[in-house]
């Protein structure tokens, strides 16, 4: 079992940036794949992007390319999300989520590709 906490939500203007955590627990953190989420106002869940377990690499959707960043640090279980530009589309409750190595491929750019979840924090950009 993973718990998943995250943080580092709240209200920034357009053009401001916001840096969130997750932090997790119960099981080696570096066997995970690790990916952000959100969920706007009336939409579904939607990818944001995601950082591998082994090589460290990222991918996100187009929208967060050049304005977002994820990084990890295994020493202390944490995953961030760095926002860069924020604009008002990008309110949201963000959350991050964890996918345990299974041996195939797995679809990480959808919910159904990850474990466990956290409970999101909300960030709202305001114009």
């Known amino acids: 079992q993973v718990q998943l906490v995250e943080s580092g939500g709240g209200l920034v203007q357009a053009g401001g940036s916001l840096r969130l955590s997750c932090a997790a627990s119960g099981r080696t953190f570096s066997s995970l794949t690790m990916g952000w989420f959100r969920r706007a106002p009336g939409k579904e869940r939607a990818f944001v992007g995601a950082?591998?377990?082994?090589?460290?690499?990222?991918f996100y959707t187009d929208s967060a390319k050049g304005r977002f960043t994820i990084s990890r640090d295994n020493a202390n279980n944490t995953v961030y999300l760095e926002m860069n530009s924020l604009k008002p589309e990008d309110t949201a409750v963000y959350y991050c989520a964890a996918s345990r190595p299974e041996g195939v491929l797995r679809p990480l750019r959808r919910p159904e590709g990850y474990d466990y979840w956290g409970q999101g924090t909300q960030v709202t950009v305001s114009s």
């Open positions: 950082i591998h377990r082994n090589l460290g690499s990222t």
